[in-house]
């Protein structure tokens, strides 16, 4: 299971890494351009931080922001197995059956599987793992933009109706509904 999990996650790193390096890239050419600097003149004298305009602190600090959440990104996708360690020691589980339980998994929706004991997900850089046995409820979720985008969301609250996660499930919720429904008859599903 962590392997696979793993390889899931440093794929997706590799894609979002390659897109914020091009952008990241970008920016720095337009903050060294407008600083003076150009890499095709052969008679470079130097950045001239006085010809700076409001342009080149905003590429600044967008370049700023980009890599800051890049780095925390990174940072979070690889809690991983933070996170497992934890479920382990609060649920009493070991390792083992942890990997027993998730071969028995069935992979709704892309990095979304659930068994009958265990709900596995990874959305983005947001990695879980929960009992069932302490879901109280799953809230399926519709919101509709301005322009006529749909968005689903799948909600999973605690026995103290705290959010666990607000998943984004695309058109897929219902069968993860009829799972639970099925498997989990403790857990009220609201659609």
Known sequence: MEKMIKDRIV???????????ILLAFLLWAILHSLGFNIFDSDFSGINF??????????????????????????????????????????????????????????????????????????????????NAKLSEVRASVMRGTRGATAFFLELYNRD?????KLNVNYDYQKILDYYRENCPHIMLNA
Not at 55 to 72: A, D, G, Q, S
Not at 119 to 127: A, E, L, S
């Open 11 to 21: 794929k997706q790193m590799v894609w979002t890494w390659g897109v914020i390096i």
């Open 50 to 131: 006085a010809s700076a305009n409001i342009y080149t602190w905003v590429f600044v600090v967008i370049f700023i922001v980009l890599l800051f959440w890049l780095i925390r990104a990174t940072v979070n996708s690889l809690q991983y197995r933070k996170i497992l360690g934890e479920f382990y020691i609060m649920n009493n589980m070991s390792k083992k059956a942890v990997e027993e339980e998730f071969a028995k998994a069935v992979e709704l929706i892309n990095n979304y599987w659930v068994t009958p004991v265990l709900t596995i997900y990874y959305d983005g850089n947001v990695f879980g793992i929960v009992k």
């Open 161 to 165: 109706h705290d959010r666990i996660v």
